[in-house]
Nanobody
Framework: QVQLVESGGGLVQAGGSLRLSCAASGSIFSVNAMGWYRQGPGKQRELVARISSIGNTNYADSVKGRFTISRDTAKNTVYLQMNSLKPEDTAVYYC??????????????????WGQGTQVTVSS
């Protein structure tokens, strides 16, 4: 089983910055893509940013140029640097990771895990 622990959310004024972190632990054989999603009040969950195992990234149009996703492969950790925050960025942010779990290369299985969510509130 793979667990994700998120940190870094909080309250910030418009124009400010926050950095989210998400660390994966457990029986991890390999990690594929890592990403961040968010769900604002009364809205559906949406993709914010995603990074592949080789570092390719994609972003929602609404955050391009303001948010940066990165990962530390050795630590199985993904980060989201959020700059120039706007009130419309207010949401619960969820980490998502997929890969293969298991201790032996010949005995692994696909996993996809979600973090518990961290609240980001941007005041105007």
């Amino acid at each position: 089983q793979v667990q994700l622990v998120e940190s870094g959310g909080g309250l910030v004024q418009a124009g400010g910055s926050l950095r989210l972190s998400c660390a994966a632990s457990g029986s991890i054989f390999s990690v594929n893509a890592m990403g961040w999603y968010r769900q604002g009040p009364g809205k559906q969950r949406e993709l914010v940013a995603r990074i592949s195992s080789i570092g390719n990234t994609n972003y929602a149009d609404s955050v391009k140029g303001r948010f940066t996703i990165s990962r530390d492969t050795a630590k199985n950790t993904v980060y989201l640097q959020m700059n120039s925050l706007k009130p419309e960025d207010t949401a619960v942010y969820y980490c998502n990771v997929d890969g293969r779990s298991g201790d032996k290369w010949y005995d692994t299985s696909v996993f996809e895990s979600w973090g518990q969510g961290t609240q980001v509130t941007v005041s105007s």
